[in-house]
Structures are given as C-alpha cells and as structure tokens.
C-alpha cells in the first residue's frame, strides 16, 4: 500500500507491509529469518524506514539469551537494517517476547548523526555492499548460542508492520 508518492529515480514511495508470524516461526526464528518484503528486482534496494511489532500473548518464550536481539536483515546475512531490538537499556527483546502480557516493539533507522559530535556514524556497514541490491528483505532473531527460543504457546503471534521505499540504483 503506498502511503506518500513523490518524484526521484527510485519511486520515491513509502510503502507498508504487515506479516503475522505463528508461533512456530516465532520459536524458530533464531534460525530460520521470515521474508518481510520480496526481492524488488534487478538494480533496486528495499530501504526500510521503521518497523512496529505487537506480540499477541498466551504464554512466555524462554531460552533468550541476553544477548538476543530482533531485527530486520537483508537477505541471508545477519546484517540489521534498522536498530535492533536487543537485550540492553534501550530496548528489551524479553520485554516484547517473555514480558507476561501482550508487547509491541518500534525499531527505527539506525543512528546516522551522533548527537554529541555531529558526525554520520552507523551507516559504514552499508556504504560499499552490494548485497542488499535485489534482496528480500526478512526478520530474524539473533540468540548467540542458544539456539531457537522455547515455550510459548499456540495462540502467540507476531505482528510486523515494516515501512520502506524501493529505490533504482
């Protein structure tokens, strides 16, 4: 669904998705990444601008680990588009998932200016990588050597609404 059109070689237009993830996907996702957004063709990239998340909750995930973290990746690669939501002060992946009750989450852009220098930083990832060129784009979950997430129950969910544009390299 397009949201806001405008001019520019790429479109030019903020796009929105939504995905519900089962349970199953849910507990697997730690090592199998769900597609967002299909491949957008052969000279394009998926840009994502922020990404909104509502668990829908019957019961806990374990085993996270407090490294855990979600986010939106590119491909195959473990390489986040947006700002995780990790296991830290700024955001818990335990709040969203283990919490006791339904949970959302927002992942926005990274950094790009750091606020005490004035200086672009965060983007250095992305710069000179021609990966993202005609890849999906697809959640995942990061949880170290802990391996898939446990409990649950069938009646959780995840909702993921993900907004992004397309733009022609």
Not at 17 to 30: D, E
Not at 43 to 52: D, E, T
Not at 123 to 137: E, I, M, Q, R, Y
Request: hydrophobic share 45%.
């Amino acid at each position: 669904m397009a949201l806001i059109s405008g001019g520019g070689g790429g479109g030019g237009v903020l796009n929105q998705t939504a995905v519900t993830l089962t349970n199953a996907q849910l507990l697997a996702l730690p090592t199998t990444a769900v597609q967002v957004v299909a491949a957008p063709g052969a000279g394009k990239v998926i840009v994502p601008m922020l990404c909104w998340t509502h668990l829908t909750w019957v019961a806990d995930y374990t085993n996270i680990d407090p490294a855990a973290g979600v986010g939106i990746q590119y491909g195959t690669a473990n390489t986040s588009a947006l700002a995780p939501l990790a296991e830290s002060v700024n955001g818990q992946v335990s709040n969203l998932l283990a919490d006791g009750a339904a949970n959302s989450s927002f992942m926005g852009v990274k950094n790009f200016v750091n606020v005490t220098t004035g200086l672009v930083s965060g983007v250095g990832a992305f710069v000179d990588d021609p990966t993202p060129t005609n890849a999906a784009l697809s959640i995942y979950a990061t949880n170290a050597a802990a391996g898939d997430f446990t409990g649950g129950n069938a009646g959780n969910s995840l909702k993921v609404w993900l907004y992004y544009t397309v733009i022609t390299l």
